[in-house]
């Protein structure tokens, strides 16, 4: 008689042990090389399960991805797809303020809520299955990406390619705040803006200038100011001058803005293009940069795939809602190209991008028991 997945040994504690040597390897997007410790690192641990793993060398300056088939007797069949980043927000040296600690409940460190926690579990569930010999009624493949908190420039051709091989598509990004499951998300786009002055000295020769700085300001409230509930814009970059006794010829920034339809997004890409221009003086330019496609909630896929969810869940013993969502994820792309994707089926936690970033103990098994119930039930 095949073992229930949901009665697998699954154990936190083991779990974040397991976790830690992931969060204490810090992998900041554009230090390729670190990322590539980090993948050093998961190559090792997916080689372990016994899969077949490969290395993708990585592009645009950035780090490699792995992907990795499980073992099952139609491996490399299209089945499930596991898709997770192992990139994060946190610089070299976050470890110094933020390290890896357990606080009662709670366990913090850089990258624990988003993604790496989640990755994990959902690695230690196919652990579990295989060490139990359950054969699940698909093959599982996984693909870990180097480069998701910028916008996946360079590898949402392979995530586009390698989805389009699976019936189904796991994004254990973490959980909404009240748990919820995410089945559709809001577009995201991405620009660069480049403030160009004319420099004089900025005490005896003021009036000479025209400050970059002070136009990028300008643009700045500009900007944000064409926030709405529906369509959001947010400079969370801006570089400019390099002396302060001179007035500054260039400045920097970039932006992000978020919409719930794809009418909203190509308004909102309308407005900031309409910014560029100026004159002799001082001129602004506005570049797209990349963008995450609408999502549309509703799915038939991934309906299906949210009722198997939540009758997992129910077993359990919890509730899973769900819902559309801003904030962007690799999940974008695969839930655009109209296949069945469940997203941020994670860890629950709270503080991702900051120096507070943790997520909470309990949920580990629950997500793990969440995770092998997938594996095992999708397909059969």
Request: charged share 25%; proline share 6%.
């Amino acid at each position: 008689m095949t073992q229930d997945p949901l009665t697998l040994p699954f154990d936190a504690e083991e779990m974040l042990r397991g976790l830690r040597p992931w969060i204490e390897t810090e992998s900041p997007t554009f230090d390729a090389a670190a990322v590539n410790r980090m993948m050093d690192l998961v190559q090792h641990d997916m080689a372990m399960l016994g899969a077949r793993v490969e290395r993708i060398p990585g592009r645009m300056g950035l780090g490699d991805s792995v992907r990795a088939t499980m073992p099952h007797p139609r491996a490399g069949e299209g089945g499930i797809l596991l898709l997770g980043h192992m990139d994060t927000v946190h610089p070299i040296g976050t470890l110094d303020t933020l390290p890896f600690r357990r606080e009662v409940d709670i366990c913090y460190g850089p990258g624990t809520m988003d993604m790496k926690g989640g990755s994990y579990v959902y690695l230690d569930a196919l652990r579990k299955i295989l060490q139990a010999g359950i054969e699940t009624p698909l093959p599982v493949t996984v693909l870990f990406t180097p480069d998701e908190e910028i916008g996946t420039p360079s590898t949402r051709d392979l995530i586009e390619a390698e989805a389009r091989r699976h019936k189904y598509i796991l994004v254990p990004e973490p959980a909404c705040p009240d748990g919820s499951a995410v089945i559709g998300r809001y577009a995201i786009a991405r620009f660069t803006l480049t403030a160009r002055g004319t420099p004089s000295h900025a005490s005896w020769a003021l009036s000479e200038g025209r400050s970059a700085i002070a136009e990028m300001a300008r643009k700045v409230a500009k900007i944000e100011g064409f926030t709405t509930d529906d369509c959001s814009f947010s400079v969370g970059v801006i570089h400019g001058g390099q002396w302060v006794n001179c007035v500054s010829s260039t400045c920097d920034a970039e932006v992000l803005s978020m919409a719930k339809t794809q009418e909203l997004l190509d308004e909102g890409v309308q407005k900031m293009l309409d910014l560029n221009g100026g004159d002799d003086a001082v001129r602004l330019e506005v570049r797209r940069g990349v963008t995450r496609p609408l999502w549309q909630e509703g799915q038939p896929g991934t309906m299906a795939m949210l009722d198997v969810a939540r009758e997992i869940a129910s077993d359990i013993g919890f509730d899973l809602p769900a819902c559309s969502a801003g904030g962007g994820s690799d999940g974008n792309f695969t839930g655009a190209l109209g296949l069945a994707t469940l997203d941020s089926i994670g860890v629950r936690g709270k503080g991702l991008h900051t120096l507070s970033e943790h997520i909470e103990i309990a949920s580990l098994e629950e997500r793990a028991k969440l995770a092998a119930g997938l594996f095992c039930r999708l397909g059969g």
